[in-house]
Structure formats: structure tokens, C-alpha cells
């Protein structure tokens, strides 16, 4: 069963010259689901999943997100991205001033849940944390941390209000070759342990090859490359 | 709230960010700045204002009762003229009051009626119907009220001043100006507040005036307006030797002639090498002994004198009902250089050194004073004239013209001013002289139609310490003078509605409105800063904002995080300024002296403003700041806040 899908997505910039950047892009993602999308600087890998999660709207055709139709007249409400929907960006996805927990926790105190010691997300923070290693770092604030700790701390905010999938942008784009190692092993892990879908924009082949299945995009054209 | 969380966390002030602390700075200290003076310069104002009504209202009464053309063309008022009873002359609405009848026209006697009163009837007294009306809402509303008379009349006075470059001499100067003259009232509850009170000095000069003008010394009288500290004894005025203790030493100069001594004149105060000798009494022998220890005896007739002057406690005052002052005694009881002076001394010619007038003391209304002075009509000079050095105790005259059987003549009032009142800053005050009403009626009876710029001659005040029952005393006044069928010959007015008070009234309130527009014009400049902060502020965290955006942090929730900033900064300097307003206000008078200390001169003017300047704090400014600051901050905070909202936060993600 389709969880998430993509329908004749078109993506045209009309600034400085007409491009189009994606075309007629259909995309099936199911639950519990990993797919990585590979292609080269520049053709739209990043534009697509944005539009996939509704960070940006589509010049063409729809999003279909758990039986609910999203195109560029009726993109996705807030507490769609809030709730269904975690973010993994390639770099600086933390907010420096704040502490570690406190980072994790904001999806939860974006979404009005109680976020003091006994909550339950903080329960679930911690236990997040323990996940990623970093528990003795609870209280540390974010600028602090190396660019590896950063983005596991990204990665557990991901995970932070329990959402159906996660959207991850070159996750391990600015890291070294053991940081990148551990966070594809952590990422891949996390949507395995809370059966998560996946949709993971990579050049890395040996992230590709933890998902299954592999698009590569192309002159706006996505095309899968293995099963 | 998460918006709260995140607001706080922008608001602190990080190192990374100094260019943005700095004007978060500016902004605050700008808009403590607008708020400090916003407050001070409100308060001051609205202290100003109370002051001058509080005058306003002391001097002329919050309400006036005034009769109005239709009373003076009323049968009831014009009758007097023509009655024989009355002297053929118009009565004032106290007289009307005091008159045994409503109609004195007799028929037989006086001369017959010209035609426009010949068969009207004269059945209601008006005044009589009024004070009933003003009586029984006295109760109620707990005012005073008394009739009032202003007339006006050329002031001649002559101003004594002394001369400093030819001793003992002094100039005199004829100060003429024409003159309001309004009446003092007895039941005024507050008129002694005006009343600047008299000095030692001037009680001193008052003493001497009434010996110089009064042929018969009244010492009776004098004490019991007066009470004696202390007197000075002048340098050659013979020193009362009763005072001295049965044996003293005090450093002395003689005036030795043929080994005899003259006269011995006392230095209490100077080192005894300095001297030429000193004077000693011992239990049998009074001698005085140089510094070579040559003594020269003296007898009990040497005149003693004091070098210079001896200020003496008085403990009591002898015997005071007595015909003359030199019958008076003061009991002294003073150490002077170590030596006790005890006893009694003669009043007579004493200059006082410290007195104090009686609680309550009101010259023009204290028959006891006026007594002092019996060919004189004492009379309260507006405190300015003081300084055209006008002193307490001056003579002068009141000149006026009256009808007489051929043309109109000069008549003369002899004045004594005996003290001074502040007038507030009304522009007549200053020439207005406060006189007994026998002053005002007979300059009036001379010449009945004088009405000067418009002021009422004649009516009732009405005081109320309560100024916001005004409205509705006069209200219920109106009613019933309808009531009665008064209100077409007698007008009401509020201290508003003074004719000389509208104006600067007015002024008052367009100064503050003014004011108001200015600071606000201040404020939304010192906000403006609070934008641009804010826009320092969104460019920084662009990212953390499209970051919260992809985490589903709605377009309001971004839009709120700033203009809570926004709002704080605003606050945060409200409270500053509120805080060093109230500081300021409480010590104000360290300001205008170091103001004045810079000018070189009185940085206000203490006639106008009084010896401090006066405040109150005025809380429409601070409801003003309090709601004009942060809704001003918040105004200036959506631009910013706008601009954040409206982030894309795909753009900016996808830049690395």
C-alpha cells in the first residue's frame, strides 16, 4: 500500500531562464519503506524532497501523504510537517544556543507538548539520546559539539515527535569517511527500530546501499536503479 | 510556549552578536530616555497645573455665583437708587443681604419713580432667595461660601529703600501703578496658604511703623498678633545693667579721661588679649582693669554698651496690658560669653530678632492688627512688588474719582501694606491688592459703574476642597436656581470658565497635547530602533528560523518569537525610564539647583514656579507609557517579524 506519493511532480524555475528542473516525476514510497535518491549536483535531488515534505510547493502536480492531496494551491499545513514528517539536513541543523535536550525537544515543544522532566517526550528524548551515544552530553549546549555529535543530535530530533518518515538531505554530506559510516548506521537503525519510511538524498553509494530501493535523478527524470 | 522559550533565548545578548547587542542597547536606553522625560516633564507639568488651580482656586473659589445684566436692570436692584432708605444708592449683594427690607421705596417720601419701574413689583428678594439656596446645599455638599467685591483704584505707595553707600540714610520712591482690589473673605478655608509669612524683619518693622504712625501705642494688641523670641540690643544702646549677674568678667574697651572712666563698651565675643582691658565684677568691687593690670574703679552710673549686637532670649512677656511700650517687659534669660544675663527689660524701642505671627494670622481680617494702624486700611500686597521693594510696613494711598455735586472729585484711602500673598499666574494677580471690604464698597459707592476687563465685581465663592464635585455642585446650584426662578439673574461659572483663567488653561492642555504628539513622534523614532535590531536579528537567524519551519512552527508562532522580542525591549526600557522618572521626581530639587548651578542663575523662575519646583506624578503619562511603549514596540517589532514569517525556508535549507 502507497503511503507516500509522488504524482507528475513538475518543478519549473522561470528565473533567470526557464528550467525544469524536475518533470512528471512519480514516486511510490510504502511504510517501513527506505529509498535513497542519487543524481548529480544541481538536478533537483534537495528541490524534490522539500517538495516531497512540503517545504516547498510544486509548479506541477500532487503529493499524496497518508490519503491527503497536497499540490501547489493547497501545500502542507504546519502541524503536517510537525507531526508526520522529521527533517535531516546536511549541516548547521542545530540551534547553537540551546542545549542538547533542549534541541531535541523542540519539535515536541513546537507541537505544545509538556516537555519538563517527567514528561513523556522527555522519556523519549533520553531515551533517543541513548541511542545516539551522546547521553553524557545532555545539558551541553549544541555549539559545542563536533560536526559528527551535531548531526546525530539532528538525527534523534528527527525521531524526536514520532513521524511516519524521514526526510534526510545528504545526512552525512560534511563528514568524515568514520563519522559518515556510523551516521548512515544510526540513521538506517533508527528508521528500522521505530519502523519509519525513509527518503534519503545521497551521493554517498554506501548510505544507497543500506536502503531499499535506489532512484537516480536525471534531467528531471527519476529512474530506479536496483530493487 | 515555545514562541516564549525561543524569544528569550534571541534576547540575551551573545558575544557573536555585538553589533545587534549594542542597538539593543541603544534602543533600550533611547526609549528609557523618551519615557524618563515623557514622565518627568508630565509630572512637573501636571504639578504645575495643580499648583496654579490650587491658587486659582484658593484666591478666586473653584464656583462663582455672579448677578448678571438681567439682576442690575432687575426693579429689585434699581429701586435702591431711588429710595431714601438706601441713600439713593445701589447696594452690593451683601448689603442687599444685611437690608431690612426687599422693597425700601416709600412711597410718601421719596421722589417719585421714573416710568420703566413705576408699578413693578418687588416681591422676591433675589439674594436673599440665593443665600437660602447656597445654605441648605451647604449641608450637602460641605463647601463655604461668602460675597465677594472687586473694584479697582490707582495705587500710590512709597517704597523706602535704603541706601547701602550712605548709612542710615534712605530714598524714597512713589510706586504708582493701577489696581485691582479684591476682598478678603473670612470663610475662605484655605486662604492662608497664600499668605507669605511674615519675618522677624518685617514684624520688626511693623513694630516701628506703629510706633511711628499711631498716636496711641497699643501694646495690647500688638502682642496678640505677635509672639517674641528674641531681641537685639544695639551698639550704642546703653546695655540694661540690670541683666548682669552679681559677678562676671567680660573683655572691655574704656574710654579713659583724667584717670577717670567714661563709659565702658563690652565685647562679649573677642579674645581677651585683643582687648584693651576687661570689665569685672566681683562680689564689693566694679572696676575696670587694663592690660597692664592698672585697675580703675567705677560707680554704678558708668554707662555700660555693647560693641556690637547682643541677641537676647526672650523666656515671657510682663504685663502687656498696658497703655505704653515702655511699660512692657521682656524676661530675658541668655548666656552671653560665659556669663548668665537674667532679668527684665523694657520693650521700648527694642528691635526684635526672632517673632512669629499667631496661628491663622490673616492681617486684613484681624480687627486687633487693623487697630494697630487706625488711619489705615491694611491691605495685602501681590508678593511680585516685593520686588519693587516694597516692604512690609510701606504707606501709601488708593486714589479714586467719586461723584460729586459738580464733577467728579478725588478721593484717597491711606493703605499700609502689611504683608504679601502669592497671586499664582493669573495675569491680573500681579496688580491685584487684597483690602477689607470697606475698601471695595466705598470705591464702589463713589463710582458704581466701573466693571473691570469683564471679572464680576460683585457675587459669591463658593470653596469645595473636593475640585472634582465642581461639575456637580454647580449642576445641582443650576437646578435649583430654576427652580426658584434665579437662574436668568444670577450665573454660575467654574474655575474653568474664569475669563482670566480660559486662556491659560487652555494653554495648559495644548502645551501638554503638544507634548504628548512630540513624545510620541520621540518614541516611534526610538522604536524605529527596535526594527532595526529586530532586522539584524531575523538576517542571523534565518536558518533557525527555516529550521523551526520544516519542524511545522506555523507562520504566527515565527512572527510572535520576534515581536515578543520587540515588546521586551520596549518594556524593558519603560521600566528603566518609569524607574529613573520616579527617582528623578523624588529629587528634583538636587536637579534645579545643579541646573541652576551650571546657568549661573535661578534655572526656573521662583516667582512663577515657587521656591521648588512643584510636581505630581502624573499617571496619564504613565498609563500613556505604559500602553503607548510596548504597543509601539510591537508595531515596530511586525515589520521584522512580517519579514521572518515570510522566509522561505526551502532556499535557505538547501544553501550549505
Known sequence: MPFLQAENLSKIYYKPTKQTLLNQINLTVHRNESIAIMGASGEGKTTLLHILGGLEKPTDGQVIFKDHHFDANHPQPAFFLNQSIGFVFQSSNLFEDLTVIENILLPAKIARRKTHKKSESYKQALQLLSLIGLQDKIEAPAKILSGGEKQRVAIARAFCNDPQIILADEPSGNLDFENSLLIHSLLIDCVKKFNKSLIVVTHDIELAKLCNKIYTLKSGHLTIKTS | ?656
Open chain 2, 1 to 656: 510556549m515555545f514562541e516564549t522559550f525561543i524569544a528569550f533565548k534571541y534576547l540575551i545578548p551573545k558575544k557573536r552578536a555585538l553589533s545587534r547587542a549594542l542597538i539593543s542597547l541603544l534602543s533600550i536606553f533611547v526609549i528609557s530616555l523618551i519615557v524618563w522625560l515623557v514622565l518627568v516633564f508630565l509630572s512637573v507639568t501636571n504639578g504645575i497645573e495643580k499648583n496654579w488651580i490650587q491658587k486659582l482656586t484658593v484666591l478666586n473659589a473653584p464656583l462663582r455665583i455672579s448677578p448678571t445684566s438681567e439682576y442690575y436692570q432687575s426693579p429689585y436692584y434699581q429701586i435702591d437708587a431711588h429710595s431714601s432708605e438706601s441713600d439713593f444708592q445701589y447696594k452690593t449683594l451683601r448689603e442687599k443681604l444685611l437690608a431690612s427690607q426687599t422693597n425700601p421705596y416709600q412711597d410718601k417720601v421719596d421722589p417719585a419713580l421714573p416710568h420703566y419701574l413705576e408699578d413693578k413689583e418687588i416681591s422676591k428678594d433675589l439674594v436673599q432667595s440665593l443665600n437660602t439656596i447656597l445654605d441648605t446645599e451647604k449641608q450637602h455638599w460641605h463647601y463655604f461660601f461668602e460675597d465677594f467685591e472687586v473694584s479697582a483704584a490707582l495705587m500710590k505707595l512709597s517704597v523706602h529703600s535704603p541706601d547701602k553707600s550712605h548709612l542710615g540714610s534712605s530714598h524714597q520712591a512713589i510706586l504708582s501703578q493701577m489696581t485691582y482690589l479684591s476682598t478678603s473673605s473670612e470663610n475662605n478655608p484655605d486662604f492662608q496658604s497664600l499668605i507669605t509669612p511674615l519675618s522677624s524683619n518685617d514684624i520688626n518693622l511693623l513694630y516701628h511703623e506703629h510706633l511711628n504712625v499711631s498716636k496711641n501705642e497699643n501694646p495690647t494688641a500688638f502682642f496678640s498678633c505677635f509672639n517674641i523670641e528674641k531681641v537685639r540690643l544695639s551698639p550704642y544702646q546703653r546695655f540694661p545693667k540690670n541683666l548682669l549677674p552679681k559677678s562676671y568678667t567680660f573683655p572691655a574697651y574704656a574710654s579713659i579721661k583724667n584717670n577717670q572712666v567714661k563709659s565702658i563698651e563690652i565685647l562679649p565675643n573677642a579674645i581677651q588679649t585683643t582687648c584693651q582691658g576687661r570689665l569685672v565684677k566681683e562680689r564689693d568691687k566694679f572696676y575696670f582693669e587694663d592690660i597692664d593690670h592698672n585697675q580703675y574703679p567705677l560707680s554704678e552710673h558708668t554707662p555700660i554698651y555693647p560693641s556690637e549686637d547682643f541677641v537676647l532670649n526672650v523666656k515671657k512677656i510682663l504685663n502687656t496690658r498696658v497703655p505704653s511700650f515702655k511699660d512692657v517687659f521682656l524676661s530675658i534669660d541668655t548666656t552671653i560669653a560665659g556669663n548668665r544675663l537674667q532679668g527684665d527689660i523694657s520693650f521700648q524701642n527694642i528691635n526684635i530678632e526672632k517673632a512669629h505671627s499667631v496661628k491663622g494670622f490673616n492681617p486684613v481680617e484681624s480687627r486687633v492688627f487693623q487697630s494697630l494702624y487706625p488711619d489705615y486700611e491694611i491691605v495685602l500686597a501681590p508678593k511680585i512688588l516685593q520686588n519693587s521693594g516694597v516692604n512690609v510696613g510701606d504707606q501709601g494711598y488708593l486714589s479714586f474719582a467719586g461723584q460729586g455735586a459738580i464733577s467728579a472729585k478725588e478721593h484717597h484711602i491711606k493703605i499700609l501694606i502689611a504683608d504679601f500673598y502669592d497671586p499664582g499666574v493669573l495675569p491680573v494677580g500681579n496688580k491685584s491688592l487684597i483690602v477689607s471690604r470697606n475698601v471695595t464698597q466705598t470705591i464702589n459707592g463713589a463710582s458704581p459703574s466701573f466693571i473691570p476687563d469683564g471679572i464680576p465685581v460683585n457675587g459669591f465663592y463658593i470653596w469645595t476642597s473636593n475640585l472634582k464635585n465642581v461639575p456637580k455642585i454647580k449642576k445641582v446650584l443650576q437646578e435649583k436656581l430654576q427652580e426658584e426662578g434665579l437662574l436668568k439673574y444670577f450665573k454660575i461659572e467654574t474655575y474653568q470658565e474664569y475669563e482670566f483663567a480660559k486662556d491659560l488653561m487652555q494653554q495648559f492642555q495644548s502645551d501638554k497635547l503638544l507634548f504628548m504628539l512630540i513624545a510620541i513622534i520621540i518614541l516611534i523614532v526610538a522604536c524605529s530602533n527596535i526594527i532595526s535590531m529586530l532586522v539584524l536579528l531575523v538576517n542571523d537567524k534565518k536558518r533557525e528560523i527555516a529550521l523551526m519551519k520544516s519542524m511545522g512552527a506555523t507562520k504566527k508562532s515565527i512572527a510572535i518569537i520576534f515581536g515578543i522580542n520587540g515588546m521586551i525591549t520596549g518594556l524593558i526600557g519603560s521600566i528603566i525610564g518609569i524607574i529613573a522618572a520616579i527617582i528623578t521626581l523624588n529629587n528634583l530639587h538636587y536637579l534645579i539647583s545643579f541646573l541652576s548651578s551650571l546657568l549661573g542663575h535661578s534655572a526656573f523662575n521662583p516667582m512663577f514656579f515657587g521656591e521648588t519646583l512643584p510636581q505630581s506624578f502624573s499617571y496619564d503619562a504613565l498609563l500613556f507609557i505604559i500602553i503607548a511603549t510596548p504597543l509601539l514596540s510591537i508595531i515596530a517589532g511586525v515589520i521584522p517579524a512580517i519579514k521572518a514569517s515570510l522566509t522561505s525556508p526551502s532556499s535557505i535549507l538547501r544553501s550549505q
